[in-house]
């Protein structure tokens, strides 16, 4: 079989929650020619009985053990319906060949996984429902071994959802990694702020930027969303002290609609991040995605605006797509976005700047604060309101025979 120029005999695609009416638009051209389609990631893990509808084979949880069970099986044209990852084989000795990279225009950073799973159980969040309670780790060396083959000069963004899930093995990777003399950047949680000698070793061993769920400043939404220790021992501003202190940026991360938000929470909150000087920022409506605490709560409580805003052609990036109780649905769409554009404002992104000179006046923060800045005022003008798919209506046509 071609698709173009190309031989294709089996299409094998990630789907996000946000991505899964594209992936089954795209998925139904594939099928229609007799190429089958298999899908995993988190969305299929989380709804395989949605995804089963418009592909051949929904792989449920991560793809390192069952990978070449799929590849044999779609071989013999025996591809089955549904394939379950094994957890227990945990993930030493696996490497990611970067090969199918080459020569395409992706951003100029290297995306490297340290684990897998959060120790925490926010409301919202995926990757709860994906893992639960599971926390996997690569070996240390393992990790070592593929940064060393990595272009040196580009930084590395560690995609793990809390790279701070146990202690003594991050302090462990922090000691390997320091001679590589890497710049990067991570996902993690405030409370790495509290513990100087972990914020030390970040940022000895090159950490630049650190992306932090701050989520709301109100303490009874933190303890709604299941993240109250989040403002336990003091606010936040000790700990964003304490990180810019040692050369270490945050983008903050911020989301609106639990049930303490009104519309003068957008301002607040917009004004805290500024005052903050955080590098970059975002402010996303609350959204329930499949399987986690706050959809099923939210569905019980008869809140939902879709059945499935993912699957509306209605539905646009940004909307909100629940009542919330402290305003309304469009208030909390149009908050967000004023929080967003206000805060990537130029006069906002020199602010920011200029407030904190001994921070940003280092040639690499520099850097990486214009171009994080820029990238994401760009970002933020094109996605709001952008529509999930195109105009083609879902087939969940099976292959031909
Ligand atoms: C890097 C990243 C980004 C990057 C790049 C995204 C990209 N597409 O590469 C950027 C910053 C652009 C981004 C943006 C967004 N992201 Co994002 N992102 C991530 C992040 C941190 C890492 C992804 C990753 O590389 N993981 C490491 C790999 C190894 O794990 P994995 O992807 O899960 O894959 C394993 C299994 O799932 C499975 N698998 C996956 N795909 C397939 C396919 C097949 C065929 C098989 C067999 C198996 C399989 O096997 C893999 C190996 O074990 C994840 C969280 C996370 N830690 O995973 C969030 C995450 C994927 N993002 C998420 C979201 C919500 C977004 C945004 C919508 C945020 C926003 N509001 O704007 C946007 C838009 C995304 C979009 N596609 O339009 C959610 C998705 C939730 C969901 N239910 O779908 C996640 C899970 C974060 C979270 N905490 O909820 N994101
Ligand atoms: S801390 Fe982050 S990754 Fe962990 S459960 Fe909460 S939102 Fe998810």
Redesign the pocket.
Known sequence: MTSGSRPVDLV?????????RRAYQIAAHYRRRGIPV?????????LPDEVARYCDSV?I????G??PT?LSDAAHRRLAPV?R?DASIGLGG?L?DRRVFANRRYAPVS?V?FG?GCRLACD????H??YGKRIVQRPVDDVVAELEALPRRRPV?F???NLFSDRPTLLRLLDAIRPLRLRWVC?TTIDVARDPVLLDRMAASGCMLAVIGFESLSERNLARIGKKWNLRRGDYTEGIARMHERGIMIYGSFVFGYDDDTPDTFDRTVDFALEAGFCIA?F?PL?P??A?ALMHRLREENRLLHDAWWLDPEFR?GDAAFVPRGMTPDQLTQGCWRARSTFYRASNIARRFCAHPSLYLHPARAALYLASNLVSQREIHR?QGARLGNDEPLSVEAMPA
């Open positions: 094998a695609m990630t789907v996000e929650t946000y991505t899964a298999v899908m995993g990631g988190y969305h299929p893990t989380l792989v949880g991560d793809a390192e069952v990978w799929i394939y990852g696996v990611p995306l996984n897998r919202f969040c995926s990757i429902a994906f963004f995609v793990d959802d996902q975002n996303n959204t995605t499949p986690t990036y996605k």
